[in-house]
């Protein structure tokens, strides 16, 4: 699961990547409101941790404009900040929790697993696109009338952040950001190799190559170009 820690405290940040990161969370760190919201439109985040007091836009009118935009990332808010209106201008932006500094790392891990295991009881764990049908809880997919293939995690994540932008084209890039993450020093090609597995398992139609631009899935049969 990949979480998004927004504070201008680098050193904070820091810590609290690295604490998360021995949970075995993948982790991105972001230093400013603006980049915050460019951030979370990226990348499909389980949590994002946000501080109030940032430069460019304060955390309360990045997690305004996040609902405003459909975003339902459930969000951590933390602030050095004393008061209950704080708290209740958090939770009024659409917070779904709120943390006072100092803490302990062992309270914020705990309070984050409380937030996934929310998330996880709202969510849904199957998505459809067209002919294509994930199920999330089994990590399978279906394509047309196939039996239903299942897939390791790494290829889950690729086909379902592809079907959940479908039907957009996504890049190359903005693939291994999303499922390998922004600081993936590796080759930028792992992309087609596994929307090359996928195809071998599901067929070739399943995902179609736009050519100099990226990958998409229709959910319907199309001919499919080459890499």
């Not at 460019?56 to 004393?82: H, Q, S, Y």
């Not at 996880?120 to 199957?126: C, F, I, K, N, Q």
Request: contains cysteine; hydrophobic residues 45%.
């Amino acid at each position: 699961m990949r979480l998004l820690v927004v504070d201008d405290e680098v050193r904070l940040a820091e810590s609290i990547a690295r604490a998360l990161r021995a949970e075995g969370f993948d982790v991105d760190m972001v230093h400013d409101g603006n980049d915050a919201i460019w951030q979370a439109q990226q990348v499909d985040y389980a949590v994002i941790i946000l501080d109030i007091m940032l430069p460019g836009l304060n955390g309360f009118a990045v997690c305004r404009d996040l609902r405003a935009a459909g975003n339902t990332t459930p969000i951590l808010m933390l602030t050095a900040k004393e008061g209950e209106y704080d708290e209740a201008e958090a939770l009024d932006t659409g917070a779904d929790d709120y943390l006072r500094k100092p803490f302990s790392l062992v309270v914020l891990v705990a309070r984050i697993r409380a937030l996934l295991r929310r998330g996880r009881a709202a969510s849904v764990d199957e998505i459809t696109v067209g002919e294509l049908h994930l199920d999330r809880g089994q990590v399978s997919a279906t394509w047309g009338d196939t039996d239903a293939v299942q897939l390791t995690p790494r290829e889950f994540a690729v086909i379902d952040h592809l079907a959940r932008q479908a039907p957009d084209v996504v890049t190359k890039q903005g693939l291994v950001d999303a499922v390998w993450g922004f600081d993936f020093a590796g080759d930028p090609n792992i992309a087609e190799v596994y929307v090359g597995y996928l195809r071998r398992k599901l067929g070739r139609d399943v995902i179609r190559t736009v050519r100099h631009v990226g990958y998409q899935i229709t959910g319907e049969p199309t001919e499919t170009d080459e890499s």
